[in-house]
Structures are given as structure tokens and as C-alpha cells.
């Protein structure tokens, strides 16, 4: 209890008690003095007042409560009971007040982040490229992002409220309808599609749009991610034509080699005929140089055939093909060695190989991968040496690299792709023979086993030619 105003505020900041009872009139600071300083102090602000008035001053009173005292009591008919109602009344009050205040703020700052948050999505979906947009289920515009008008031309707000179908190619609108059906039917609740949009310069373009169906209040909308793929759809249709034209060229191509070398194969057979016809029953009567003659076009026929006979298997690579399965390629090296065993002897050639891998493919194409380049390396060897060959193989990231190296008369690094090439030689027939195809046959098959061929110096002398083959998990 304080006996002023001066006293009563020293008091109140001392103790903050739950409320406080103030009279009117007092020495020094008065009632209205003590309850500006206790509105203006924040630890007191909020102490719920009870205002003691004179008898008759009721127009005090309510200019009290105006100022915000919590109740006032009239001085004459104060009684204990009285006082206590009033301040536990003043107390309910404040309780009340504090939790409306509280409701207040978390409304307050609900809203706030509801608002952050719709900024940022808005924000979000203004800046992508891709246009943003969201429909009524009868395809009604309700919203779209800026990038509506690098899209097909409009303003966002020239096609809000307006009928998605407005824009819509005629041929693809019950693609749109449907796969809004679908979605909203079928529980996925999303769906994917390309249709065209008509651009309000009035050509079409191609577009994707992803859809998800969303529950606003009691209704369906969709939420739709667009983006144009005029140019993606271009270019894969080009691919999709390109992939075909050399798909339908191969198989021409295929379909040409294989006539032409039994077309070809037919008049060669009556050539070479008559040729040995001529040496049996004319050859006494011909001289030398006429018997040689007769011996060189014979060697031609058959080099002829010989190189029918190549064309024929390089044009058959892919038509006759076993399916892929697991090929061991010591199995393989052992039968490509035994085919040659008589050229390796008659060499004197030496043959060493690491253990070599699994992999997958068609076993008898890959002997004749390393029946090719063993006996390349045979015929190409240098003549003051005995060919040896050395075969390794290790894993290289999820391919296999095996290399066949020789030691024999090296390759122009110059020309190290060409020889790829089918008919392709850098030596002469009369001393290498051979017709210029075993290379680009091998090139061909290792490419059917998705791997890849290719040839390096190697060192100190001959060539080292390396094969590249996928790895596969053995079951
Ligand atoms: P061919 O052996 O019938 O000539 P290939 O296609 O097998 O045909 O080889 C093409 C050319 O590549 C050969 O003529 C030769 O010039 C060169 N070549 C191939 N293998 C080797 C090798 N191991 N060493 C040196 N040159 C080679």
C-alpha cells in the first residue's frame, strides 16, 4: 500500500504486482498522473488498474475506463467482498486480453508466412522458363506464369479466364481431355503429353506438359508445367529419318554386294573355264610368251574371285549372325592358333597370350577377329625375323582391352585408320598377298559387339593392334 502517487509507482515497479487500486485524488501525483506513467512503463503497462472515484463522479469514471483502467469503484460503497471482484474481475480480463493478444500474433504471423510463402512460389513460378499454369476441369485458365508469351505469344492475362481448348491444335484436343480424364480417373492423378499450342502469330508449336491434378476447396484444378520442344521434336525427328535412311541404306547396300558378287561370280566361272579350256588344248601351240600370258589372266580370275568371294563375307557380316552369347576367348585363341598351326610352324613364329577373358558375342566371328590379325602378323613380318606375337588382356573402367602385338614391318602411323578401310593395302600384292578386306571385316564385327579396333606403333618395331570389348557380370 502506498500513501501517493510517487510512492505508489516506486512500489509497483518494485513488486509488479497483479493489479493495482488507485484513488482518484491523492498528494502529489493524482490517479490520472499515476496511470499515464503506468501506460507509458512496459513492465507496468499491462497491470490491470481498479479506479477509486468520489461519490458522483461517474463521468470520472468512464473517462477512467476510456483511458483503460480495468474497473472503478465508488468510494462510499466499498466493501471487501466488492474490492475482491473487482480485482479477480480485472485479473479474467487480462487473462482474456493476453490470449486474445497471443491468438492475435500467431494469426499474425500465419498470415505473414502464408504471404512469404505464396510470394516465393510466385516468384518461383514467374522466373522459369517453362510456363506455369493452372485450370479448372473444364479447362478454364485460372492462372498462367509470364513465360505464357515467349510460349505461343500471349500476355498471361490475355488468356486467363479464356478455355485452354482455345489454343489447342483441333487434332490434339482429346489427347488434352483425355489425359486429364485418365489422371483424375485412373489414381495417378498426373499425366504427360505433347500436343501443339497454337502461337498467336498463328502458327503451332510443339509442347510438353507435365499435369497434376490438384483439390482446391470442393473442386479439381491442375497445376501444368509447359515447355516448348518444337526444336527437341525437330531434331528427333531428323534423327528418327536419318536412322532410317541408313538403316534402309545398309540393307541396300548389303542386298547390292551380295547380287553383284553372285552375279559377278557367274561370268568369272565361264572366264576362268575357257582360259584352261585354251591352255589344254591350245596351250602346245602357243608360245612362251603366250603360255604366260594364258598363267597371268588365270591369276587375275582368281584374284577376282578371291575378292567376290571377301565382299561376299563382308556383306554378309550382319545378315548371318548367331545370337550373342558367353564366349571364351581362350577357346576362341586356341581355334584361331589351330587353324594356322602349319603357317606358325612353317614361320617359326612364337605365339605367347595372357589369360584371356569371358565376354559376350558370337563366338564365330570373334575367331575370326584373331584368326584375321594372327595372320596378319605372320604375312606381315620382317624377313630377318621370326614373327612373334604377344597377346594381353586387362580390365580397363567396364570394358576389357586386348592387344595383339607384333613384331614385324609397322604401319605408317599415317595410315593408321585407312587400313580399316575395305580393299584398302599399303603393300604390294606380289609381296604380301592378299586382298585388303580381313581388316574391315574384323572393324565391323568388334563394332556388332558394341567394343572398338584400333592400331598403335608398337615398340621397339611392328604394330600393335587393340580390341575393346564391354564386360559383362558372368551370372
Ligand atoms: P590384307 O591382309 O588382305 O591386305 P587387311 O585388311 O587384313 O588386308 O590389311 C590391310 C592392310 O593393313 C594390309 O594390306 C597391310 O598393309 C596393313 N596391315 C595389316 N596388318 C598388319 C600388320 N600386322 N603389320 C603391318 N601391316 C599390317
Excluded at 487480462?94 to 499474425?108: G, K
Excluded at 517453362?130 to 473444364?138: C, E, L, Q, T
Amino acid at each position: 500500500m502506498a500513501v501517493d502517487g510517487t510512492q505508489a509507482l516506486r512500489l509497483a515497479r518494485e513488486v509488479l504486482p497483479a493489479a493495482i487500486t488507485v484513488d482518484m485524488i491523492m498528494p502529489g501525483l493524482d490517479g490520472w498522473d499515476v496511470l499515464d506513467a503506468l501506460g507509458k512503463d512496459p513492465a507496468l503497462a499491462d497491470i490491470p488498474v481498479i479506479m477509486l472515484t468520489g461519490q458522483g463522479s461517474e463521468r470520472v469514471a468512464v473517462e477512467a475506463l476510456k483511458q483503460g483502467v480495468a474497473d472503478y469503484l465508488v468510494k462510499g460503497d466499498i466493501t471487501a467482498h466488492g474490492l475482491c471482484r473487482a480485482v479477480e474481475g480485472a485479473l479474467e480480463q487480462q487473462r482474456l486480453r493476453r490470449e486474445v493478444e497471443t491468438a492475435q500474433h500467431a494469426m499474425l504471423q500465419a498470415h505473414e508466412a502464408l504471404r512469404e510463402s505464396e510470394r516465393r512460389y510466385r516468384e518461383l513460378a514467374e522466373r522459369v522458363s517453362d510456363m506455369i499454369s493452372r485450370h479448372a476441369p473444364d479447362g478454364t485458365i485460372l492462372y498462367a506464369s509470364p513465360a505464357a508469351r515467349p510460349l505461343f505469344g500471349y500476355l498471361p492475362e490475355a488468356v486467363t479466364g479464356q478455355s485452354v481448348y482455345r489454343f489447342i491444335h483441333p487434332d490434339d484436343e482429346d489427347l488434352l481431355r483425355q489425359a486429364y480424364l485418365n489422371a483424375t480417373t485412373d489414381g495417378t492423378r498426373t499425366y504427360l503429353i505433347r500436343y501443339r499450342l497454337r502461337h498467336e502469330e498463328g502458327h503451332y508449336v510443339w509442347v510438353e506438359s507435365t499435369g497434376q491434378i490438384i483439390q482446391s476447396d470442393q473442386q479439381h484444378q491442375i497445376v501444368a508445367v509447359t515447355r516448348n520442344i518444337t526444336e527437341r521434336r525437330e531434331a528427333e525427328q531428323q534423327l528418327a529419318f536419318h536412322a532410317e535412311e541408313l538403316a534402309r541404306s545398309n540393307r541396300d547396300l548389303e542386298q547390292f554386294a551380295y547380287v553383284a558378287s553372285h552375279d559377278l561370280q557367274e561370268p568369272l566361272r565361264a572366264v576362268n573355264g575357257y582360259l584352261r579350256l585354251i591352255q589344254r588344248q591350245h596351250g602346245e601351240a602357243l608360245d612362251a610368251g603366250g603360255q604366260e600370258k594364258i598363267a597371268r589372266a588365270l591369276r587375275g580370275v582368281a584374284y577376282m574371285q578371291q575378292l567376290i568371294a571377301d565382299l561376299l563375307a563382308y556383306a554378309r557380316l550382319n545378315a548371318r549372325t548367331a545370337p550373342f552369347e558367353a564366349v571364351d576367348l581362350d577357346a576362341v585363341l586356341a581355334t584361331a592358333l589351330e587353324a594356322l598351326a602349319e603357317r606358325i610352324e612353317a614361320r617359326g613364329a612364337s605365339i605367347q597370350h595372357d589369360p584371356l577373358p569371358s565376354v559376350r558375342g558370337d563366338a564365330r566371328q570373334l575367331t575370326q577377329v584373331l584368326q584375321n590379325l594372327l595372320s596378319n602378323a605372320l604375312k606381315f613380318a620382317r624377313e630377318e625375323v621370326p614373327p612373334a606375337v604377344h597377346l594381353t588382356a586387362r580390365p580397363v573402367d567396364d570394358h576389357w582391352l586386348i592387344s595383339v602385338q607384333d613384331n614385324g614391318i609397322g604401319i605408317d602411323p599415317d595410315y593408321a585408320e585407312r587400313i580399316f578401310e575395305i580393299f584398302h593395302r599399303l603393300n604390294a600384292r606380289e609381296e604380301y598377298p592378299g586382298t585388303g578386306i580381313g581388316l574391315s571385316i574384323c572393324k565391323r564385327i568388334i563394332e556388332r559387339h558394341h567394343g572398338r579396333l584400333w592400331v598403335e606403333p608398337a615398340d621397339p618395331c611392328g604394330s600393335v593392334f587393340l580390341i575393346e570389348l564391354p564386360r559383362y557380370e558372368t551370372p
